[in-house]
């Protein structure tokens, strides 16, 4: 699967993120507008179907997001 550059993803992110803040969903057409647009966006991006999933999949793929993830190491080697 390709995915979106990590600069691409960060940046839908951000977007997605003010304008949820914004309530951008329950605003003026052109606000739910944009809204949909970035929440579309991040789902192509990330290849998932949801905005749920595509905002977990978008944060999984940026630099330094899983820097201490130790999910497939065995509980001795993390002694």
Same mark, same amino acid.
């Given at each position: 699967?390709?995915? $979106?550059?990590?600069?691409? *993803? !960060?940046? *839908?992110?951000?977007? #997605?993120? $003010?304008?949820? &803040?914004?309530?951008?969903?329950? =605003?003026?057409?052109?606000? @739910?507008?944009? #809204?949909?647009? &970035?929440? #579309?966006? *991040?789902?192509?991006?990330? =290849? ?15 630099? =330094? !997001? @899983? ?5 497939? *190491?065995? $509980?001795?080697?993390? @002694?």
């Amino acid at each position: 699967m390709l995915l $979106a550059h990590p600069v691409v *993803l !960060a940046d *839908l992110l951000e977007r #997605y993120k $003010a304008l949820a &803040v914004l309530r951008a969903d329950q =605003g003026g057409a052109e606000g @739910r507008q944009e #809204y949909e647009d &970035v929440a #579309y966006s *991040l789902c192509l991006a990330t =290849g998932t179907s949801d905005i749920d999933a595509a905002l977990v999949a978008a944060s999984h793929h940026l630099p =330094g !997001a @899983r820097p201490a993830d130790d999910s497939l *190491l065995s $509980a001795e080697a993390l @002694r």
